[in-house]
Nanobody, 122 residues
């Protein structure tokens, strides 16, 4: 069983910073792409950033220059450093990961964390 556990959410004033972490645990062979998504009240879940196992990154336009995604493959952990936060960044942030459970697995399932609330006050 694979689990993703997030930490680091909270309340911060506009202009402040937060760092989210998401650690994968359980029995698996490797983790491919990891990412962060967010969902604000009344809105659909949207992509924030992704990072491949090799370190290639992709960001939503709304967070470019302010957020940085990184990962530690040895710790099976992905991070999201959020700087210059704005009230519109308020949302529940979810991590996800494409986890290859065994070496010959061809269809790689996606797992999701439980979500971390980020609230930015104006």
């Amino acid at each position: 069983q694979v689990q993703l556990v997030e930490s680091g959410g909270g309340l911060v004033q506009a202009g402040g910073s937060l760092r989210l972490s998401c650690a994968a645990s359980g029995s698996f062979f490797s983790i491919n792409t990891m990412g962060w998504y967010r969902q604000a009240p009344g809105k659909q879940r949207e992509l924030v950033a992704t990072i491949t196992r090799g370190g290639s990154v992709n960001y939503a336009d709304s967070v470019k220059g302010r957020f940085t995604i990184s990962r530690d493959n040895a710790k099976n952990t992905v991070y999201l450093q959020m700087n210059s936060l704005k009230p519109e960044d308020t949302a529940v942030y979810y991590c996800n990961a494409a986890v290859r459970r065994w070496i010959a697995e061809n269809v790689i399932p996606i797992y999701w964390g439980q979500g971390a609330q980020v609230t930015v006050s104006s």
